[in-house]
């Protein structure tokens, strides 16, 4: 193979290969959010990457994925509120894209989001407060739709 030939091959492959998270992992992410012991209780999800979600728990939700951890927050009837966080981490699959797919890869996998991964599930731990009691057909409210700011 010439040396025009070998890199137009590695030209080609480049592009094959490029932004290689964002067509093997995609852009979203489905992350679960449980607090244990206390189910119905309305957590805030928030990042810049995000903005504002709001689920009631026990919840799964698709989030678009971003470097930015995403803050929880939650509160519920005679319990404290309860925080937690789901981490953002870079996606394994970054390393082999610096490799084939060079800049131009990383680049579409860093502005997509999808050179990174959040945890899988957070749990938000509350404790009851003392002497409060939940009225006896107490329900939880249905949570209101996703909200963005």
């Not at 005679?78 to 610096?98: D, F, K, R």
Request: proline share 9%.
């Amino acid at each position: 193979m010439s040396h025009a030939g070998a890199a137009t091959f590695v030209t080609l492959v480049s592009i094959l290969f490029g932004s290689c998270s964002t067509i093997v992992k995609g852009t979203e992410q489905q992350v679960s959010v449980n607090t244990p012991g206390v189910p119905g209780a309305m957590c805030q999800l928030q990042s810049p990457g995000i903005g504002t979600r709001t689920v009631q728990t026990p919840a799964n939700v698709i989030l678009p994925k971003s470097r930015h951890s995403v803050a929880v927050s939650c509160t519920a009837q005679c319990y404290s509120p309860g925080v937690g966080t789901l981490g953002s981490h870079t996606e394994v699959m970054t390393a082999g894209n610096i490799v084939f797919g060079g800049l131009i890869g990383v680049g579409v996998d860093a502005a997509s989001g999808a050179m990174n991964k959040y945890d899988p599930q957070v749990d938000v731990v509350m404790t009851p407060l003392p002497g409060c009691r939940m009225p006896k057909n107490w329900v939880p409210k249905p949570a209101p739709g996703p909200q963005t700011s």
